[in-house]
């Protein structure tokens, strides 16, 4: 649920940092004002995504920044079984570098794999990115992105050449007649943007949810389709199926601006509502009702979130209101379009800025010689020696310890053991690894497994850029400016430092290390 902003006492003599939220993909802008007693309160910020409104996790982010539990120093161990002790930033760099300079001399460049995470900024992403392909020339690299909207993204390229959270500021959601929002819980997992749902209601629009369950977002409803899970497909291809037999299809816009709809209207013919209704378990007077919204709408968006993405066939499910969407005439257009709703606070920036296996920083792909030689140049390399495509997540996951995959691993800012998909079985093939480091503010399930664990700075100890479910690019200030030495390195990413412990002996690569250290620092 939304909260009120609580009662927070000012402190005129007190440092204040606008900000915003570190957790999902809404970015809410937030002040932050230090306290007498010497933490941080959380304060109201008028920004277009939560309009002043918090969740509750939002008004209670800082009470992280001095947890307890928090890691301030580099742990490790010389065995699993043994306990983990302190250590210096110097010894914990040198088993790291020890430990990748093992394992690709005697596994190969792949030997050692890299795994980011959504919550990273777009630097940090980035340098995860470049410190893989330029330093340790390894392909296998991917992040936890892949379990979140990497279906939705497949499916927008499909599409529209090009993969976008949201084409369109959440403020253009009030003006859309019609909204089909396909397997998100809004209400309870990104509050403050049910404002935006609000006013669309306040103005006379609809809002049809798709979800199995009945939620506080469906209950706000005009219409639920709960369908039986795993039906995705069906129910967008029976719609479009009831909207090419009512004459709700654009015509003009299917002729001039798309292709193959001949194949996908003799798909969705065989999707006839009675049919559809034994699929989905959706009655078939909600079918016709849903379509006549949609249809008649002069203004209509379909959304869509991890329901229909995270099934094993989560891009066709997403193409399928993909393409209901277009033959609507309900793309490209004010108030209307297709759009993914982003979970992570950063899943868009870090596939942007070369997270994923395949790709390279401003969606350049790895097997596109052209852009192959554009990134090269850019980071003073040779095109040749960027490594090709890697495996995806979970393959690289379920590889890890085995005969050609990956026998040492770098995380970071991902709770593997936990977030996973067959979370146990991933678990078992951490501990197959010859080698884990985890870089983590807490000592996480994953990090408990690893050899070296590195201290890493929080939200509001860094400073960066982070790129919300809009698209838009938001500064992220450093708030906390700590004062004891040991803390400042939790500053800077230790990505610069494996640089420096990791760097190839030739003169190539003494060029390539200094040129990573300066970038990347």
């Not at 020890?98 to 001399?105: F, K, L, M, N, V």
């Not at 979800?211 to 129910?235: E, F, I, K, V």
């Not at 997270?355 to 980071?379: F, M, S, T």
């Not at 093939?429 to 870089?439: G, H, I, N, P, Y």
Request: aromatic share 6%; with cysteine; hydrophobic share 40%.
């Amino acid at each position: 649920m939304l909260l009120q902003q609580p009662d927070i006492e000012a402190h005129p003599a007190g440092r204040t940092c606008r900000t915003h939220c570190p957790y999902c993909s809404l970015q809410c802008g937030m002040t932050l004002a230090s306290a007498e007693s010497g933490g941080w309160t959380v304060g109201a910020r008028d920004f277009p995504t939560n309009r002043g409104g918090l969740c509750q996790k939002g008004w209670t982010s800082t009470e992280l920044l001095a947890h307890p539990d928090r890691l301030t120093t580099p742990l490790v161990r010389d065995r699993r079984s043994e306990p983990f002790r302190r250590a210096s930033w110097d010894e914990a760099m040198t088993r790291i570098a020890e430990a990748i300079g093992r394992t690709q001399q005697r596994y190969g460049p792949d030997g050692v794999g890299m795994f980011g995470g959504g919550g990273l900024t777009n630097e940090k992403a980035y340098a995860l990115g470049k410190f893989a392909r330029v330093a340790l020339r390894t392909s296998q690299i991917d992040y936890n992105g892949r379990f979140c909207m990497s279906s939705a993204a497949a499916a927008s390229i499909k599409a529209f050449g090009a993969d976008r959270g949201l084409p369109f500021p959440l403020a253009d959601i009030a003006g859309a007649a019609t909204v089909l929002l396909v397997g998100s819980n809004l209400a309870e997992t990104m509050p403050p943007v049910m404002q935006h749902f609000q006013e669309q209601k306040d103005r006379g629009g609809s809002l049809i949810v798709v979800d199995p369950r009945a939620t506080p977002t469906s209950a706000a409803s005009t219409l639920h389709l709960q369908l039986t899970p795993g039906t995705d497909s069906a129910l967008a291809n029976g719609l479009l199926n009831i909207a090419i037999k009512e004459g709700y299809v654009d015509q003009a816009f299917i002729a001039e601006r798309t292709i193959d709809f001949k194949i996908v209207r003799r798909i969705a013919a065989f999707y006839w509502p009675s049919r559809v209704e034994r699929m989905t378990g959706v009655p078939e007077r909600q079918l016709y009702q849903a379509a006549k919204l949609l249809g008649k709408a002069p203004t209509a968006m379909i959304l869509t979130a991890r329901g229909p993405e995270q099934q094993s066939n989560g891009v066709n499910n997403v193409l399928s209101f993909i393409n209901l969407a277009l033959a609507l005439g309900k793309v490209g257009k004010p108030h209307c379009g297709y759009g993914c709703l982003t979970g992570q606070g950063n899943g868009q920036g870090g596939r942007e800025h070369g997270q994923k296996a395949d790709q390279l920083p401003g969606y350049r792909k790895l097997d596109n010689a052209e852009h192959r030689r554009h990134i090269a140049q850019v980071w003073g390399v040779s095109d040749q020696d960027l490594p090709n495509p890697g495996q995806s997540a979970y393959e690289m996951l379920d590889a890890m310890g085995q005969e050609g995959g990956v026998r040492a691993l770098l995380v970071f800012g991902s709770n593997l053991a936990v977030s996973a998909p067959r979370a146990a079985h991933v678990e078992q093939r951490l501990k197959d690894l010859d080698f884990l480091a985890v870089s983590d503010f807490f000592l996480s399930e994953t990090a408990e497994l690893a050899d070296v664990v590195l201290p890493t700075a929080q939200w509001a100890e860094e400073e960066g850029t982070m790129t919300n479910l809009e698209g838009r690019v938001i500064l992220r200030e450093r708030a906390v400016q700590h004062d004891v030495p040991a803390l400042r390195k939790l500053e800077r990413p230790p990505v610069p430092g494996l640089v420096e412990a990791n760097g190839r002996g030739d003169a190539a690569g003494e060029r390539e290390r200094h040129a990573l250290v300066g970038s990347l620092g």
